[in-house]
Structure formats: structure tokens, C-alpha cells
């Protein structure tokens, strides 16, 4: 029997899976409020207390942050999570920790065809590593190394990257997001522009300086988003073609999202394939699929024709973490 996780700072998702020969079958799912307890290990000890009968051999857990010599601190949580504290807490033999994006990648494996949405078909059947990028609250990356035999999930904290504009409008984003942060002179990383509250910062940017010719702020919109998840409403408005201003700040945010999967694609050199993650894709599909997202990943100079020829997928399941913790549980550890 397997405990398998997947972290985040709103919500945390555990699942017990029974494992086989090649298989994997879910006996039991629970989502729970992360910020309503102290502790992870609460989480799980709630969580198990519904199962007294079961007796777990193995978990693994997928957690935001970076995992160092089996302890990781939480982003956008106070908690210290260890896999020595783990397995004395909860009584199971082993436990592994994995950072997020190595979990979701590797559940990325496992997902079927109707699970992935295809943005470029690119060559397939290379075998070889894969990237994952994945916006959402933050912007995770990762990489799924090839190893001549299967593929090994790699972290990274690549999303808090340097942001790199490639044009006079992204030169002048980038003043703004430096202005608003207060780093004028120093860092501001790719998380800021590839996230949740980075399209809403996107959308500021091109409200307050008129940098869309004669497009003015929707009061309509204006007083939803007061209203409500300012991102949400941008994605919305977006995909419904109904507000030029939102529909602008989404397709600069498709273009930044595909020049930077081009670029981790490169870092990685992931010809099996690169699939984007997160909350976020999923919603903005339309958009991604207008072609603004393809024409920033490709255009990486002498590397195009490569570019060219990998997969792109979006994945649409977003239970992807926790099935890759699951997997990784029963097929490593």
C-alpha cells in the first residue's frame, strides 16, 4: 500500500494506492484546506485515521520548494517537512520527498492521450528527456532525464530565473515589474510574469500605460475583478473574446509562456518532448493554441528547426502530482 501527496499552499490532495506488477489501483482520495493545520504530518495523520486497518509500506509526496539532503520548507507555508520525520510519525519504512514539478512530470508519463492537449506535434517517438514547465500560484520546471532505460523526474528552481524580455514592450514590462516590487536595479525573475498573479500584473501593465493603442479599461471588468480572482477574470474574459484589454494581457502571456518553455526546452535539450503543467494552461487553452505560445518557443535563432521538432503538450489532468508520487513510490523506492 502506498500514501501518495500532492502539496500545494491552498490545497493538499492524498491518495493510498494499492500497487502490483505494473499496476496501480486508487483505493482512497481526500483534498484538504492546507492553511486550517499546523503541520503536514497532521494532514497525513488525519488522513490515515479514516484507514486504521491499512498498513502503509511506502509514500512519497510532492512539495513546492526545494528539497535539500530530505528536508524542504514549504513555499507560502510555515512548515519544515522531513522524510526522517515522516517515516517516525507516521510509521511507514520508507518516504520519499519530491518537488513538485518532479512529481507532476513524472505523472505526466502516465497520463493517456485524452488526458494531453497537443500544441506541437513535433517528431514523435524520440526517446530522450523531457521538460515540464507549469504555471499556477508560482511557475515550477523541471526535467525528466532519459536514461537509455526510463525516465528520472529532476527538480529545478528554474521559474525564479532571471526574467529575459526580448523586445522593446517586454524591456518596458520589465521596468514596471521592477518598479512595483521595488527591485528597480535587481532581480525579477520569470515567476513573476508566469503565474497567476503574474497575468494580473501583465494586465496592469499594459492598463496603466496605454501600451495597447486605444483600449481602455471595461468598467464591467474592472468591477469583477474587484469582485472576484482578478487572474480568473482576465482568463475568462480572454477565452470569451470579450474584453480587448484581457485578450491582450493573455496573449503576452501565452508569447512569455512559450519563450520560456523554448528556453527550458534548450537548457534540457528535451527532444522527447516538453509538457506544460499548472493550473493555468488548461484555462487558457484557446489562447495557448492561437499560436502567439509556438512562435515565442521556436524562435530561438539557429536552434528553430530543433524547436520545431519537439512535442508540446498540455496536460489536463490535474491530478498529474499525485499520480506521479504514486508511481514514483511504487516504481522507485
Known sequence: MILAGDVG????????????????????EQTFPSGAFASFDAICLEFLSRSPD???RKACFGLPGAVV????????????????????????????LLNDLQAAGYGMLHLGASELSVLNPGKSGRRGNYA???????????????????????????????????SNLEIELRRFLARRIGA???????????????????????????????????????????????SAVIGVEAVNGTD?????????????????????AL??????????GGGIAPKLLPILQRGAFMKSFVSKGRFEEL?????????????????????????SI
Open 9 to 28: 499552499g491552498t490545497k493538499t490532495v492524498l491518495g493510498l494506492y494499492e500497487s502490483g506488477v505494473g499496476t496501480l489501483d486508487k483505493v482512497r
Open 54 to 56: 491499512i498498513q502503509v
Open 69 to 96: 539532503d530530505g528536508v524542504v520548507k514549504t513555499t507560502n507555508l510555515p512548515w519544515i517537512i522531513s522524510e526522517a520525520g515522516l517515516q517516525a510519525t507516521l510509521r511507514v519504512p520508507r518516504v520519499k
Open 132 to 166: 515540464v514547465i507549469a504555471a499556477g500560484t508560482g511557475l515550477g520546471e523541471g526535467m525528466l532525464a532519459w536514461t537509455g532505460e526510463r525516465h528520472l523526474p529532476i527538480a529545478s528552481e528554474g521559474g525564479h530565473s532571471t526574467f529575459s524580455p526580448q
Open 184 to 230: 528597480e536595479e535587481s532581480h525579477v525573475s520569470w515567476e513573476r510574469v508566469l503565474c497567476g498573479p503574474g497575468l494580473a500584473n501583465i494586465y496592469d501593465f499594459l492598463k496603466l500605460t496605454k501600451a495597447v493603442p486605444s483600449v481602455e479599461e471595461n468598467p464591467d471588468v474592472a468591477a469583477k475583478m474587484k469582485a472576484g480572482d482578478r
Open 244 to 264: 480587448r484589454l484581457c485578450d491582450a494581457a493573455a496573449d503576452l502571456f501565452a508569447s512569455l509562456y512559450g519563450a520560456e518553455a523554448g528556453n527550458v
Open 267 to 276: 537548457k534540457f535539450l528535451s527532444v522527447g518532448g516538453v509538457f506544460v
Open 307 to 331: 524547436l520545431r521538432s519537439i512535442p508540446v503538450h498540455v496536460a489536463l489532468n490535474d491530478k498529474a502530482p499525485l499520480i506521479g508520487a504514486a508511481w514514483y513510490a511504487a516504481d
